[in-house]
């Protein structure tokens, strides 16, 4: 059984930083694209950041360019987003995300809220 598990979310004031976990179990999480995704209320689940399964390719939404690192520990089974200089509008639900060809897993979210 596939599952994902987030972890580090929290309540964090404007300009702070929070490390977010994914950890993965059921799947050879070194073949995996990871990504990780946010879900602000009444806002559509929108990209944050993407990696590759063997970390060649990076990709950031421009709003968390310069802010946010995403990085994996594939002998942990591990995805990881560094977020730093926080902003208010980065208050979401935080999910991960596994992609192999046509299979595609989901955790449950993690929730951030950056508020002073």
């Known amino acids: 059984q596939v599952q994902l598990v987030e972890s580090g979310g929290g309540l964090v004031q404007p300009g702070g930083s929070l490390r977010l976990s994914c950890a993965a179990s059921?799947?050879?999480?070194?073949?995996?694209?990871m990504s990780w995704y946010r879900q602000a209320p009444g806002k559509e689940r929108e990209l944050v950041a993407s990696?590759?399964?063997?970390?060649?390719?990076?990709n950031y939404a421009d709003s968390v360019k310069g802010r946010f690192s995403i990085s994996r520990d594939n002998p942990k089974s591990t995805v990881y987003l560094q977020m730093d200089s926080l902003k208010p509008e980065d208050t979401a639900v935080y999910y991960c995300?596994?992609?192999?060809?046509?299979?595609?897993?989901w955790g449950k979210g993690t929730l951030v809220t950056v508020s002073s």
């Open positions: 995300r596994a992609v192999y060809y046509g299979m595609v897993y």
């Open positions: 059921g799947v050879i999480f070194s073949i995996y694209d």
């Open positions: 990696l590759s399964s063997a970390g060649a390719r990076i």
